[in-house]
């Protein structure tokens, strides 16, 4: 074992070597596990902190938003500090927002402490990869980075079941207690472990990245407050949604001034660039929308309990890393194209499988669409920036992955609140037309009315009934959102295929590897 560990060494010694190995991995696994392992804890903690569940959402979108607008600051950051310092001063930020988390009852101080975590979180994932590869001997880097793959989308996939089952077990302030001794470790890991980082330049596009930040936070808030107070009727909304379309335009317009951008514009002007953003930012969107959509309303409208949605979510815990590694060995050596196909057609199936149930489902017969969407899932994201950083070499392909990266996270955050007011809207007129005026669902409206008023009387009959009605448009909202999904996911494996096969850049499968997993979730 140690023969093995020195082997694998860029100097040569086993302790150091998994010490770094051990603490690095454990932040990496926990700022990934923390993303899913929250879905199924909204409603509990929207409750405990005296909100409606749509604010329970809020703390999961803003969270995914900083978690990518941390990643442009990771080259400010490991400039100015060191990879070192820089990571150490996440898990430091990452330990007291999981404490405040943990301890308040406070909902503005638990939310602020959400954008926190997610900000640090994001920025951790560059500096964590930067300082980890260094450590691989140039032959065994590989190795390296299919570990830290394993690493990420395993926490993301196993999130939502140990999550649900915290939730249930132990109450959902545990899920913050138990990431204190783990950001403990790793911070001792690291700090007595890992050597001073070098410094080198420390430039960064204040102006641009401030503009990209209150852009994609007002249009995520006009989002969040949209179906609250029904859209472009709201004054907040309309100021928030013009606020956000602005600040994002003058953010555009001052890229070319910049002498650094934030975001390089002009990668735009590849073809396989563009193609892979839009459709890693609409696969995140329907995806997250969608899974987001089922954890929390399951558990709100058919009263599931969080257990329950983990035990439906397992068959997808258990695949996606096996999906992974296969997309892991697939992407460093074939054109991703097929493999981006079969990834996304597989999301589509399960999306359409998930779209023809009915009431009542037990978790059991919902265990077969997951174990697809977990097979689509640990390849479509590697897929995307496969695809997006293909012929691209040096500055240009790291440009590219800090840019596809943005947009996975941004629409994640964005597909949470537009997926949700979606099904409220489908469900509302679902409603309606089982008791419509017209047509025959009034008859029968009536007719089981008249034979529920013999069992239970006036007032109860007409609660049950109504009761009946609100599960039914539910399912049907339900049903159809993940039919939507589907030809979503349908649509864009055939725009995959439009991206073309450039001439080879020069660079090493490692370092083609190391800017595609930087993009997986």
């Avoid at 069992?455 to 959102?481: I, R």
């Avoid at 996911?489 to 439009?498: E, K, M, R, T, V």
């Avoid at 660079?507 to 997993?517: C, D, F, G, N, T």
Wanted: glycine share 10%; with cysteine.
């Amino acid at each position: 074992m140690l023969h093995v560990l020195r082997a694998r060494s860029s100097q040569g010694q086993a302790a150091p070597f998994l010490a770094v190995n051990l603490a690095i991995g454990l932040a990496h696994f926990l700022v990934l596990f923390n993303a899913g392992a929250y879905l199924p804890m909204i409603p509990y903690i929207a409750g405990s902190l005296g909100r409606a569940p749509m604010y329970g959402d809020w703390t999961q979108d803003l969270y995914f938003l900083f978690l990518g607008l941390g990643l442009p600051l990771a080259r400010w950051v490991s400039g100015r500090w060191g990879a070192r310092d820089g990571l150490l001063a996440c898990l430091a930020v990452l330990l007291i927002s999981s404490a405040i988390n943990a301890s308040t009852s406070n909902y503005n101080l638990f939310l602020l402490a959400r954008i926190f975590s997610g900000l640090a979180g994001g920025l951790s994932i560059p500096l964590s990869l930067q300082l980890l590869l260094r450590h691989y001997h140039e032959n065994h880097r590989s190795s390296g980075l299919f570990l830290w793959g394993f690493a990420a989308i395993t926490p993301f996939a196993l999130g939502p079941f140990i999550g649900g089952w915290i939730a249930d077990a132990w109450g959902w302030r545990w899920l913050f207690y138990l990431n204190l001794p783990v950001l403990w470790a790793s911070f001792l890991g690291i700090l007595f472990w890992e050597a001073p980082s070098q410094r080198g330049a420390a430039r960064m596009d204040w102006p641009g990245y401030g503009l990209l930040c209150l852009g994609l936070l007002a249009l995520l808030m006009a989002c969040n407050l949209g179906s609250k107070d029904d859209w472009w009727r709201s004054g907040e909304f309309r100021f928030l949604f013009v606020a956000g379309v602005v600040l994002l335009c003058s953010f555009f317009l001052w890229l070319p001034l910049a002498e650094k951008p934030v975001v390089d514009y002009r990668l735009f002007r590849q073809r396989n660039v563009l193609l892979a953003s839009l459709g890693i930012f609409l696969t995140a969107l329907a995806f997250q929308g969608s899974l987001a959509l089922l954890i929390v309303q399951y558990q709100l409208s058919f009263a599931y309990s969080a257990r329950a949605i983990g035990q439906i979510l397992l068959s997808l815990a258990l695949f996606a890393p096996l999906s992974a590694w296969l997309s892991h060995w697939i992407l460093g050596r074939f054109d991703p194209r097929p493999w981006a196909v079969l990834s996304m057609l597989l999301l589509a199936v399960g999306a359409f499988w998930l779209s023809s149930y009915d009431l009542p489902v037990s978790p059991s017969a919902l265990a077969g669409p997951p174990a697809l969407v977990g097979l689509g899932l640990g390849g479509v994201f590697g897929s995307w920036a496969r695809i997006g950083v293909w012929g691209l070499a040096g500055t240009n392909e790291q440009e590219a992955a800090m840019l596809l990266n943005l947009l996975r996270s941004s629409g994640q955050a964005l597909g949470i609140p537009l997926v949700a007011a979606l099904w409220e809207r489908r469900m509302d007129l679902f409603r309606h037309f089982l008791v419509e005026d017209q047509g025959s669902n009034l008859a029968a409206w009536h007719a089981n009315l008249a034979q529920f008023r013999i069992v239970l009387g006036e007032s109860a009959a007409q609660k049950d009934l109504a009761e009946q009605v609100h599960l039914h448009a539910a399912m049907l909202a339900f049903n159809e959102v993940f039919y939507w999904a589907g030809w979503i996911f349908a649509g864009l494996a055939c725009w995959s295929l439009l991206a073309k096969r450039p001439r080879p850049s020069g660079e090493s499968r490692i370092e083609k590897l190391a800017a595609v997993e930087l993009v997986e979730p």
